[in-house]
């Protein structure tokens, strides 16, 4: 190669494809939030502000050989301290802690490690509780009451990836969402609407509840997929039932006479 007159050398590993070893080592791509690990060997971080609960749970997790307690704490600043040194899969975390609420160490914890899976155990089952410890990042959420095959279920489960709250606290949850839908239905349903569904409740067909308000059959399809759509359901049965939980209709008496002939008047929307 020529330079102002000169002959210059050409550089070492010019004119080459670069080979692996020219280009600087990669780290490591982190595995997605809720990717499963190794379920034979899963890692576990414990975190109860209660010694004697540590120290139960650390015996009885490790009748299971598959669950490995490689780390304990009793504060939030622990666990993180913890976290960081031992990398554990998931993290067994109480809610109610000396320096930090279990919902802000799950976020904390899955901040600095987006690999990791925390299951909450905690002796609080309220929807409030529930609701912040699923909304924080928590896989699990088990109660104390529950038992620790269900606890040992839970961590089998957010092993493989998936999300395993609780029995107890999927009824919570599930309570909590037919209430919301129904008190949306109570607050956006028109007279109308209202209406067709207690007549829906008491077991009449579209025609049937079409000819007593004196509306066509279709615009009483027209009312029930709407609140279908509205409300997340997909069928006339649940969205009676989810009516009947919240109160915005009554339970039928009885079911309508054969050859139904009442009529009402017309009503505005």
């Known amino acids: ?16 494809r670069p080979d692996r070893r020219d280009l600087p080592p990669s780290r490591p791509q982190p595995r997605r939030r809720g990717a499963a690990v190794n379920p034979e060997h899963v890692r576990i971080l414990v975190v109860d502000d209660h010694a004697l609960v540590v120290e139960g749970l650390r015996a009885a ?15 939030g600043r622990g666990a993180l301290r913890e976290a960081r040194r031992t990398r554990p899969d998931i993290a067994v975390v109480d809610l109610r802690l000396p320096d930090t609420s279990g919902e802000e160490l799950t976020r904390a914890l ?34 104390k009451s529950a038992g620790l095959q269900e606890l040992r279920s839970a961590l089998d489960r957010v092993a493989r990836g998936e999300r395993a709250p609780s029995t107890a606290a999927s009824r919570v949850v599930k309570d909590q969402h037919e209430r919301s839908l129904v008190m ?7 007279p109308r609407q209202v209406r067709v569904l207690e007549l829906a409740a008491r077991g009449l067909t579209n025609e049937q509840i079409g000819r007593r308000m004196f509306i066509s059959e279709s615009t009483v399809r027209f009312h029930l997929q709407k609140l279908k759509a509205r409300f997340d359901v997909t069928s006339k049965t649940e969205l009676v039932a989810v009516a009947i939980h919240a109160g915005v209709i009554a339970p039928a008496p009885e079911a309508p006479a054969p050859g139904d002939e009442w009529l009402e008047p017309a009503s505005g929307l």
């Open 110 to 143: 899955l901040s600095e490690h987006p690999r990791m899976r925390v299951v909450v155990l905690t002796a609080y089952l309220d929807e409030e509780t529930v609701r912040r410890a699923l909304e924080a990042g928590a896989a699990a959420y088990v109660t």
């Open 61 to 75: 997790l490790a009748a299971d050989p598959r669950h490995d307690v490689v780390a304990t704490a009793l504060t």
């Open 184 to 190: 949306a239905c109570a607050s956006v349903a028109t």
């Open 1 to 16: 190669m020529h330079r102002g007159g000169q002959l210059v050398p050409p550089r070492r590993g010019a004119g080459r």
